[in-house]
């Protein structure tokens, strides 16, 4: 990030959770923010997000808690150092193992993936994009059946057929969200896109 364009960013922040970290029971997921060395002192020890739980009582959840606030406590009672160290070296190991060159070849085949799914599915009846815009591995589109209906009809044929979108926008009540990345074949794409031809267009989801 510090070489991109003329000057570089100042900033970068993301989830590194695709390196080494499958997902189970709905994690671990591995965020990271990162800064040039003049910024450093301005970055919060913490960072607290509000959300919610299963049934909508608000909460408060920590976002980023610096190590050192642990480290320096020898009568801390958290193990998020131990949870952050096994995430770090995990990430590490998969990207070494990557190297250069396969983890630009891995984000070139999630992209064809994504692209090649959405050739599938342009021009199928009841579906459309949301946005007309490049994308790298995720796209948001809309269809003309309620989407929780979707996804449990293709849950039925053995899908996990993306994000109910409404659960984060509130204005994107029946649009989907879908992901290809390198781990789907061509193979997959194309069950994955005939499925959902088959249920819209059946009326399996409004059943």
Known sequence: PGEWGRDGADIACG?????GAPLSS????????????????????????RSVDRHGTPGFVLTLQAREQHIRR???TSNICTNQGLMAIAAAIHMSLLGPEGLRQTALTCHARMISLLERLDGMPGVKRRFNRPCFHEAALVLHRPVAEVL?????????A???????YDEMENELLVCATETKSEVDLARYAEALRVVLGSGEAGA
């Open 15 to 19: 989830d590194a959770q695709p390196f």
């Open 26 to 49: 709905g994690g671990p997921y591995v965020g990271f923010m990162g800064c040039r060395k003049a910024h450093m002192r301005q970055i919060p020890g913490r960072l607290v997000g």
């Open 152 to 160: 449990e009809a293709m849950a039925a044929r053995g899908f996990e």
């Open 74 to 76: 020898s009568r801390a």
């Open 162 to 168: 993306g994000y109910q979108m409404v659960r984060g």
